[in-house]
């Protein structure tokens, strides 16, 4: 059975985290959210949610193959610098010698 979706990806407001959305004929599916973008020793990678366990250990809920995490780093990386550009944090600076504060 051929189910095709469009994967996006949805930028937390803090700009930290961002989920995956699933979606067909812009119905969302599913979204898998707390997912990160980490910098590892083969470059950028794509580390979904997981919980430390009382055994110290982390337990991942999410995995994708090789090719699909690659396609999801690539569309994250994407939209998190995007996110990041819209997201500026104001400061003192911007408004000079007329800084209400």
């Known amino acids: 059975m ?3 979706v469009e994967v996006k990806i949805e930028p ?4 930290s985290t961002f989920g995956i959305a699933f979606t ?21 990678f794509v580390s979904g949610p997981a919980t430390k366990m009382d055994d110290g250990k982390w337990l991942n809920y ?3 193959d090789k090719a699909f ?15 990041g550009e819209k997201t500026k ?3 003192r600076d911007d ?5 209400p504060w």
């Open 12 to 15: 937390s407001k803090s700009g």
């Open 69 to 83: 995490g690659e396609y999801v780093t690539k569309l994250a990386t994407e939209s998190m610098s995007l996110a």
């Open 89 to 91: 944090e104001i400061t």
């Open 62 to 64: 999410l995995f994708m």
């Open 24 to 44: 067909k004929a812009d119905k969302v599916l599913l979204v898998v959210k707390g997912c990160r973008l980490k910098d590892g020793a083969n470059g950028k």
């Open 2 to 4: 051929q189910f095709p």
């Open 95 to 99: 408004f000079g010698d007329d800084c």
